[in-house]
């Protein structure tokens, strides 16, 4: 089968996707795709939602910035604070709508 992309959350360069056949995540931020299992999205955004940006960023390329894991060991995203905080308001509006899709589906 195909994968058939359904939108859950966009904004300015920005979309998260899943796969209504295979329910792969596509995460894309300005020209970055990344694809997730469920799950690992899940886990990414959980992990995500727990960072603390003001212990743990670094300086890169002249300004503050946060480097962070993905589920592909040789993909990281490397996020400046307003990146970081326009992120994890989507991935937590991605979450609720996983969730509740998750419930509907049981
Ligand atoms: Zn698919």
């Keep these: ?3 058939k992309p359904k939108i859950l959350v966009e904004a300015e360069n ?3 996707a899943q796969c209504a056949n295979c329910r ?3 995460f894309h931020f ?3 795709l990344v694809g997730f299992e469920a799950d690992a999205f899940l ?3 959980k992990s995500y939602s727990k960072v603390d940006f003001d212990k743990n960023c670094t300086m890169l390329v002249g300004q503050e910035q946060i480097i962070l894991k993905t589920c592909h060991t040789d993909i990281q995203f ?3 604070r307003a990146e970081f905080d326009f992120v994890n308001q989507r991935l937590q509006q991605a979450k609720v709508i996983l969730e ?7």
């Design 1 to 3: 089968m195909s994968c």
């Design 14 to 16: 920005f979309s998260i």
């Design 24 to 26: 792969r995540i596509g």
């Design 30 to 32: 300005k020209n970055i």
């Design 43 to 45: 886990d990414f955004i």
């Design 78 to 80: 490397a996020f400046n």
């Design 100 to 106: 509740a899709n998750r419930i509907l589906e049981l």
